[in-house]
């Protein structure tokens, strides 16, 4: 008997909900956009029914992160995209929508879902006319492999196909890659600090390497984090902690503005909404971060 295979909700309540008054689009910095979208190497994954989950624990939360209330500057939370027609009309149509958003000079949070995500974040704010900026990866795999399994859409993918749109990318706490992923972070001058030194040295804070755009777009595997903090089937030892990620965050953001993030491979657990509310807790404090350094 073949194992059913996980399906999205349809609806689910905005980030924060009745805590906050809703905000019109035109009147909301922060657009959290639900993205569903699962290539074929999760199918069987729970990643699907992570947006839902994350703007369900969402719910639960104070508005103020402990520094400031960055719900004031309004959060509008979007219909979830859809994600189905294959991978990609899926991306074309997630980039449709975070190009949308980019064009009114808004700050769109791309909840997923797979890893491929990001390709089409980018993408999207290619396609907005969105110039010199960067991308910071926080993740434990490089995903600068040119093909999986001879797929170009796949997660493991989604890195090379961003240095091939010629955006540069600065990648932190990657602890899991091959040979080939060595040789493409060389040839496409990927900078980097891996989790073997940011996590044995207790690193807090970052510098950006000296030529990297003073724009950039904020990517989190969930895969970045020890798992300890985010538990995943994919999880590799070794990874950043919750404090660490926050700190490093808030160093970046004092170096360049950040113009948009996501946040992707999530797993949620039945039974354990504990998860469900660290990612909510986490997109809500960048969001504070983001406010205090850019609004």
């Not at 809703?22 to 074929?40: I, L, N, R, T, Y």
């Not at 996590?199 to 510098?207: I, L, T």
Request: charged share 25%; aromatic share 8%.
């Amino acid at each position: 008997m073949s194992t059913p295979k996980p399906k999205a909700q349809s609806s689910a309540p905005a980030f924060l909900g009745g805590a906050v008054k809703p905000a019109k689009p035109a009147d909301a910095f922060f657009h959290v956009v639900p993205v569903p979208f699962v290539g074929e190497r999760h199918k069987q994954s729970t990643m699907a029914t992570a947006p839902d989950a994350v703007l369900q624990a969402s719910q639960n939360l104070e508005t103020w992160d402990g520094r400031s209330n960055p719900s004031r500057h309004g959060i509008h939370t979007h219909a979830a995209v859809d994600c189905k027609g294959g991978a990609e009309k899926a991306l074309q149509k997630i980039a449709g929508e975070i190009s949308a958003i980019a064009k009114q000079n808004k700050f769109a949070i791309g909840l997923g879902g797979d890893g491929m995500i990001t390709y089409a974040m980018v993408k999207g704010l290619l396609d907005a006319g969105v110039e010199n900026f960067g991308v910071i990866q926080i993740d434990a795999q490089a995903d600068l492999k040119d093909k999986d399994d001879g797929e170009q859409w796949s997660e493991a993918c989604v890195m090379k196909r961003i240095v091939d749109e010629d955006v540069p990318l600065f990648q932190l706490g990657v602890r899991s890659f091959s040979k080939e992923e060595a040789d493409a972070r060389r040839v496409n001058g990927v900078k980097f600090y891996d989790a073997d030194w940011l996590v044995s040295r207790n690193v807090q804070k970052v510098e950006l390497p000296g030529e990297f755009p003073d724009k950039v777009f904020l990517s989190i595997d969930v895969d970045g984090f020890d798992a300890s903090v985010f538990p995943s089937p994919t999880s590799v030892p070794g990874g950043l902690g919750w404090w660490q990620v926050l700190s490093i965050i808030e160093s970046i953001s004092q170096q360049a503005d950040i113009i948009g993030m996501d946040f992707t491979e999530f797993n949620p657990v039945a039974g354990k909404p504990v998860h469900d509310t660290t990612a909510a807790l986490l997109l809500y404090r960048i969001m504070g971060i983001v406010e205090r350094s850019r609004l």
